[in-house]
């Protein structure tokens, strides 16, 4: 049983590192699976509490997707006054800390395909079908994520770091040219 499971998981990494490179077919792969999961809950008229979960989940994903693995809040700077805390720099002489964030994309990406393949599997079992209210559902999930997304961009407005690769690069070359 070792060497059917080993050989599984081993087949498992071998795929996962053969779609590293794609990153708009893999993202398109979650937009189709994601069209695929909204359809069965549509055409069935039910399993509302999976597509909350999932959505839940989701969410939790993308914050940490946009949160820095090292909490500025948590870390104490010698150099900056108690009532700013630390930050990322933001010209040529301070130190150059890049952005590293606490769940990577493809990791993002992975747990994304994972968790909607397994809400599509439940829409196919009827125990998973617990009768809700579902605007109940839907009000109290775009609450709390506008709620989760304003604490979250307030947190990178105040510790001033830039989680777009673009930002990145344009406050990189900014860096370069006044050296």
Same mark, same amino acid.
């Given at each position: ?21 794609f ?89 994304? %395909? ?7 599997f ?7 079908? %617990? ?35 673009t ?13």
């Amino acid at each position: 049983m070792d060497k059917i499971g080993g050989n599984i998981k081993q087949r498992y990494q071998k795929l996962l590192d053969d779609v590293v490179p794609f990153l708009i077919p893999r993202w398109l792969f979650v937009v189709g699976t994601l069209f695929y999961f909204t359809y069965r809950i549509i055409i069935l008229q039910g399993w509302y509490i999976s597509c909350y979960a999932l959505a839940i989940f989701h969410l939790n994903l993308f914050i940490a997707f946009l949160s820095p693995k090292i909490d500025p809040s948590f870390e104490l700077a010698e150099s900056m006054d108690e009532d700013e805390g630390p930050s990322l720099p933001t010209n040529h002489n301070e130190e150059f800390r890049p952005f590293i964030r606490r769940l990577p994309e493809f990791k993002f990406w992975e747990q994304t %395909v994972i968790s909607t393949l397994v809400a599509v599997f439940s829409t196919f079992f009827d125990c998973f079908n %617990v009768p809700v209210f579902w605007p109940i559902l839907v009000m109290y999930f775009f609450i709390l994520f506008f709620l989760t997304m304003k604490r979250q961009i307030r947190h990178m407005i105040k510790y001033r770091y830039l989680p777009s690769l673009t930002e990145r690069l344009n406050i990189r070359i900014r860096i370069k040219t006044q050296l």
